[in-house]
């Protein structure tokens, strides 16, 4: 099974920035593919990025791109969400999530708040 912790969330102004960490534990953890997504209030889930433990192959949602940044440190199965020039609407709730690449199963974060004041 794999298990995943997030940590970094907060309050922070508008313009400011925030680094969420996805700390991962399990047997095979190499066989899955990371992301985070997050959560409005009154929305549904969205993905927000993607990454293989490779570093390569990185994705973003078009309302993120040039402003956040995936990436993982693999002796510390950890996976980052560097968000720069933060806005009002990414305030949500920020989830950490792993995809198995075979079975396609996902394991979730309990979730971490991130809220932006203008």
């Known amino acids: 099974q794999v298990q995943l912790v997030e940590s970094g969330g907060g309050l922070v102004q508008a313009g400011g920035s925030l680094r969420l960490s996805c700390a991962a534990s399990?047997?095979?953890?190499?066989?899955?593919?990371m992301g985070w997504f997050r959560q409005a209030p009154g929305k549904e889930r969205e993905l927000v990025a993607t990454?293989?433990?490779?570093?390569?192959?990185?994705t973003y949602a078009d309302s993120v791109k040039g402003r956040f940044t995936i990436s993982t440190d693999n002796a510390k199965n950890t996976v980052y969400l560097q968000m720069n020039s933060l806005k009002p609407e990414d305030t949500a709730v920020y989830y950490c999530?792993?995809?198995?690449?075979?079975?396609?199963?996902?394991?979730w974060g309990q979730g971490t708040q991130v809220t932006v004041s203008s």
């Open positions: 399990g047997r095979t953890i190499s066989n899955y593919v």
């Open positions: 990454i293989r433990w490779t570093g390569d192959r990185a």
């Open positions: 999530n792993a995809r198995g690449m075979v079975t396609k199963r996902d394991y």
